[in-house]
């Protein structure tokens, strides 16, 4: 139930197309979804999120959408660039309850 | 924002020693908590360290084999004790934004092998 599955494990775009990441989840009182970015060396840092109360946020070239029906939501990343490559963490969170993390996806922008 | 310094940010160990990770934030927060994340896998949740009050451990953690000192709002320390190859890790230290519950700031992390 508390459970955030993400996919796909690892993915590869070329520079300038559409990175898309799935993530789904059991436990609809979860009201806070962020997406983190890590980079090799480096701790996770908070690069988008959203509450249920929307269907979509944007931010620059990096979009989440939300379907509170399909209990799923997703980071796009628009024109994506050599310099995104980075594991991505999709997370929820129900009120003061501690983050519960997917698996990650490390993503691969080819020049 | 808050800045964290972690350290040592990597370090190779015998199996049944201990390794103490030290986290130092620019900035006094509440709760700092300490998270794992094994070679490939997601972010675990080890325990939450609030100043002043023992440690909060989650599920499949405890205080033997992690102990953790939270002396002032600022400052935290863990252990990782009588260490195994499975401890192999990245040991991560984590706080939230002030005013911002939700937002986590994390060091950089521990890089830890265990031979």
């Known amino acids: 139930q508390q459970q955030v599955k993400q996919s796909p494990q690892s993915l590869i775009v070329q520079k300038g197309g559409i990175s898309i990441i799935n993530c789904a989840y059991e436990n609809t009182a979860f009201d806070y979804f962020p997406w983190y970015q890590q980079f090799p060396g480096k701790g996770p840092a908070l690069l988008i999120a959203?509450?249920?109360?929307?269907s979509e946020k944007k931010e620059g070239r990096f979009t989440i959408s939300f379907n509170k029906s399909a209990k799923q939501f997703s980071l796009h990343i628009m024109d994506s660039q050599p310099g995104d490559s980075a594991t991505y963490f999709c997370?929820?969170?129900?009120?003061?309850?501690?983050?519960?993390f997917g698996q990650g996806t490390r993503l691969t922008i080819n020049p | 924002s808050a800045v964290i310094s972690q350290k040592p940010s990597r370090d190779i160990c015998q199996r049944g020693t201990s390794l103490t990770i030290q986290c130092q934030v620019d900035?006094?927060?509440?709760?700092m908590f300490w998270y794992r994340q094994q070679p490939g896998q997601s972010l675990t949740l080890i325990a939450t360290?609030?100043?002043?009050?023992?440690?909060?451990?989650e599920s499949g953690f405890v205080i033997d084999k992690f102990p953790i000192s939270r002396p002032n709002l600022t400052f935290s320390t863990l252990t990782v004790s009588n260490m195994s190859p499975e401890d192999s890790s990245i040991y991560l230290c984590?706080?939230?934004?002030?005013?911002?519950?939700?937002?986590?700031?994390f060091g950089s992390g521990t890089q830890l092998s265990v031979l």
């Open positions: 360290a609030n100043q002043g009050s023992e440690a909060t451990y």
């Open positions: 984590s706080v939230e934004a002030q005013g911002l519950r939700e937002k986590l700031f």
């Open positions: 959203i509450r249920p109360d929307v």
């Open positions: 900035s006094q927060v509440t709760m």
């Open positions: 997370a929820a969170k129900q009120g003061a309850q501690k983050l519960v």
